[in-house]
């Protein structure tokens, strides 16, 4: 018997095999024919039939416009009502790939490889309680319930406790896990009634008047009741069926006057905690930064027009709003003037991205840099196959996303947290580079500008500018100064 099964067994693979040739000779013979004929036939009628009914007129339209704006023109089309997209505009704005960092070589030695590199900052360092972070890269505004999802609230809470840095609740209500857990909390005041509670104000490591943001501009937010159901619900008291409205205005500042009273009543409540404010990017931005100086405040966050958020109307995103490099630049150089640069701490999102960016902002002047969307890619990570090729990984993320249950938060946390000291590794080696220890020998000296443009927003003097080119006087100067340092 055994003969008999094992000579089926030989035949049958045999057969399957000669099968499987066969299909594939047959398919070589006959294809490659069968393929000239049809894409024959596609490209007579291109190269035949009048542009109404050519194909091609597809490909000279998209070329024309966009195919973002393709989409989002059907999405108006579909719904005739405003439309909103996650992680910020799709534009090219100017950014920081126009600087360089000039490296230590002779003239300045590097650092040691070994040499501890301190990345401490402190925020708000006027106020009777500051608040120092082990990092200058924070977190960005995420709000519960009208943002993301309750597991990715509690994974950023780890993950940011563990590299010693601040979470942010945005403008959504405070969850009691995320407080729990965080080493560092941001609270957000926002125009929204449930960010009022004294109680919950006086939980916080620092508080931050939200006024404005890079991708929404100033401009109230509308959340149908289909996303925000259950817990986020009740905690923003808001009943079923209705919408959850979040003004555009607070109801205490109806003059510019009126944020210093606000500032007093907030550290009066949290008993001196740090007290700021964060603002979108406008042309107007001095006199922004002006009444935030007149109210006396801790700290000043700034929205570049790369920020994102859960979702935007397009117009907002595109079209309002300075790029952060020159929000980031007009703001240190304004409070320079003023002479209140190192009283007030500064800090800067919007489109940052990688180490070098993060970096180049902090050079300029920025006392810490708020990343949102790079964190979530980061959390997400492998997860994202949970959800792609079938739905988008915002699914995962967001608060009424379909997915949000199958989001597995240890693994959140720990990607998050590596990513975060990836960053922060980058950095160090980059500063010993550059002979420093320390952040806060960081300057826009060590920086050049690779044209013209950058310059001129930054200040920072380009790689190479025959008006820079050092005098006489300054050339006898750096050899007697060389001349007595080869001597020692």
């Given at each position: 018997m055994k003969p008999n099964w094992l000579?089926?067994?030989?035949?049958?693979?045999?057969?399957?095999?000669?099968?499987?040739?066969?299909?594939?000779i047959v398919s070589v013979l006959f294809m490659r024919?069968?393929?000239?004929?049809?894409?024959?036939?596609?490209?007579?009628?291109?190269?035949?039939?009048?542009?109404?009914?050519?194909?091609?007129?597809?490909?000279?339209?998209?070329?024309?416009?966009?195919?973002?704006?393709?989409?989002?023109?059907?999405l108006r089309a579909e719904s005739g009502k405003v439309i909103e997209r996650p992680f910020g505009s799709p534009r090219k704005f100017l950014h920081f790939d126009g600087l360089i960092f000039s490296p230590a070589q002779l003239?300045?030695?590097?650092?040691?490889?070994?040499?501890?590199?301190?990345?401490?900052?402190?925020?708000?360092?006027?106020?009777?309680?500051?608040?120092?972070l082990d990092i200058p890269i924070m977190l960005g505004a995420w709000g519960y319930g009208i943002g993301v999802s309750e597991k990715l609230k509690i994974a950023a809470a780890k993950a940011t406790s563990a590299v010693g840095t601040a979470s942010n609740t945005g403008e959504g209500p405070l969850l009691p896990e995320d407080r729990e857990i965080s080493k560092y909390l941001i609270m957000q005041y926002s125009s929204g009634p449930w960010t009022a509670d004294p109680e919950k104000l006086r939980q916080a490591d620092a508080i931050e008047i939200h006024i404005g943001q890079g991708a929404s501009a100033a401009a109230a937010s509308r959340i149908p009741p289909e996303f925000l159901q259950g817990r986020a619900r009740e905690m923003v008291n808001v009943k079923p069926g209705e919408d959850l409205v979040i003004p555009s205005r607070h109801k205490e500042i109806?003059?510019?006057t009126d944020l210093k009273r606000l500032v007093k009543k907030l550290r009066t409540i949290t008993d001196?905690?740090?007290?700021?404010?964060?603002?979108?990017?406008?042309?107007?931005?001095?006199?922004?930064?002006?009444?935030?100086?007149?109210?006396?405040?801790?700290?000043?966050?700034?929205?570049?027009?790369?920020?994102?958020?859960?979702?935007?109307?397009?117009?907002?995103?595109?079209?309002?709003?300075?790029?952060?490099?020159?929000?980031?630049?007009?703001?240190?150089q304004y409070l320079?003037?003023?002479?209140?640069?190192?009283?007030?701490?500064?800090?800067?999102g919007g489109g940052f991205s990688n180490p070098g960016q993060c970096m180049k902002a902090l050079a300029l002047g920025a006392d810490g840099v708020y990343l949102g969307t790079a964190p979530l890619w980061a959390m997400t990570h492998e997860q994202v196959t949970k959800a792609i090729p079938w739905e988008p990984p915002t699914q995962l993320a967001f608060y009424p996303g379909t997915l949000a249950d199958e989001l597995d938060e240890d693994l959140a946390a720990t990607h998050l947290e590596n990513f975060f000291n990836s960053y922060i590794e980058e950095i160090k080696v980059a500063i010993r580079a550059m002979g420093k220890t320390s952040l806060l020998e960081l300057s826009e000296t060590d920086l050049v500008a690779l044209d013209e443009i950058t310059s001129k927003v930054t200040k920072v003097r380009l790689a190479y500018d025959p008006y820079q080119v050092p005098s006489m006087e300054e050339v006898k100067a750096r050899k007697t100064w060389m001349s007595k340092w080869f001597t020692n």
């Open positions: 000579s089926f067994i030989i035949g049958s693979f045999s057969g399957a095999l000669l099968a499987i040739l066969f299909t594939a024919p069968l393929t000239q004929l049809i894409l024959g036939a596609f490209i007579k009628r291109i190269m035949k039939d009048r542009y109404p009914e050519n194909i091609w007129e597809m490909v000279t339209a998209i070329t024309r416009t966009p195919p973002t704006s393709v989409v989002e023109n059907s003239a300045i030695l590097p650092a040691p490889d070994d040499a501890p590199v301190d990345t401490k900052i402190t925020i708000g360092p006027q106020a009777k309680r500051p608040l120092t109806n003059k510019p001196g905690v740090p007290i700021g404010v964060k603002i979108c990017a406008s042309a107007n931005l001095e006199a922004d930064l002006e009444v935030c100086i007149h109210a006396g405040v801790d700290f000043i966050s700034i929205d570049g027009g790369q920020a994102g958020t859960k979702g935007g109307p397009p117009i907002l995103e595109d079209d309002f709003g300075l790029p952060t490099i020159y929000a980031l630049s007009r703001a240190v320079r003037r003023r002479g209140v640069k190192q009283k007030i701490s500064l800090l800067i």
